[in-house]
């Protein structure tokens, strides 16, 4: 984190001639449970982790943003805050950066002009939400220097807006509010209709291991936005305005009317929604057990109902259980298609769950994973 920061402030220095006045810190994040259901206005239960991107920033006599992005090869951008903010064609990084000034001039914000750069350690594409802890980092970073106040919801739902209005990911509100609202020592059951937060303790005994499958995701993924159309279609179908609002009566009597992928998508995002509750019980009877179990079922249904595993990430996920049995808990973490598995384990078990990957994860796949021992963080701060 230390190292994170001096780069960064070398970097600002070296663009921008001196120190950046404001730095903002804000954390990826790892779901522990309750995927795809955030657009379906259910529940989730992720932590953010201590991984982040910082973004540096410091106020301009004129009205341009300007930008560098140091982790992108020292990448530039510049833009006029009083002309149409048109998204950047080759740098996919400088939306998250227009998107956010965008989406808050469009909410009528003034916004004073400044340099911004920008620096994190949060594997990209891994399925940690680096993109959501970038448009976290910069929209507190342009409040800073804009003297707006956000609520903690606000500016998780600005976030949001930034990918689904500017970038053209159709995403739910998970990564961004986590990455705002993180706790230390606990991860934070929120249900996405209501947007309340409860902060759950994960048991002591048990730490925190992301295993990268490597398989790369894109950032603007359409099998992620297919999944969503389908939850609606599914829902629509249904006579509901949601699929939160679905009783499992109702989809066993429908079942056999509806499309049958349909009808796998909604079993899931059903049973996913229970599992929240569920795995939060466990944390609280610190039973590992039941953990490692819903963590399983979880993982499968994401791999056969909602179908957005890879064979790389179920690979891992079979490697870290057979090593693990039920002393922890591991599945897939996020929105699929690759990136992350996720396992709660005990300390101890570590060494040995690292040899077996390291043993049996390349031969089966062709490719190295990497291992990131990871804590539960807090949200958002200004650090300096
Ligand atoms: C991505 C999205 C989130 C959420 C997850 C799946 O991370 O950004 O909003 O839908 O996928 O749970």
Known sequence: MNNLLSGLKAGFSSQFGASPEWVARAPGRVNLMGDHTDYNAGLVLPCAIDRYVLAGSSPRDDNEIHVLAIDANNESDAFK??????????????????????VLLERNYALAGCNIAVTGNIPQGAGLSSSAALAVSVLRTLAEVSKIQFQPVELARLAQAVENEFVGCACGIMDQLISVAGMNDSAIAIDCSSLALTPIRIPASLSLLVINSNVQRAL???????????????????????????????????????????????????DENRRVGELAAAFEREDTAAISRIMAASHLSLRDLFEVTVPEVDLLVDIVSSVMGDQGGVRMTGGGFGGCVVAL????????????????????????????????????????
């Open 81 to 102: 805050l009083d002309k149409p903010i048109e998204s950047h064609s080759t740098q996919l990084w400088s939306n998250y950066i227009r998107g956010a000034a965008q």
């Open 345 to 384: 384990l005990p300390n101890s078990r570590f060494g040995e769950v690292e040899q077996a990957i390291r043993q049996n994860y390349h031969s089966g796949s062709g490719l190295e994973a990497s291992i990131y021992h990871a804590r539960p963080a807090g949200g958002i701060s200004l650090v300096h």
């Open 220 to 270: 603007v993924d359409g099998q992620y936005n297919l999944r969503r159309e389908q939850c609606h279609s599914a829902a629509h179908f249904l006579g509901k305005p949601n699929l939160r609002a679905l009783e499992t009566h109702e989809l066993r009597e429908a079942e056999s009317r509806m499309d049958p992928i349909l009808a796998r998508r909604a079993w899931h995002v059903l």
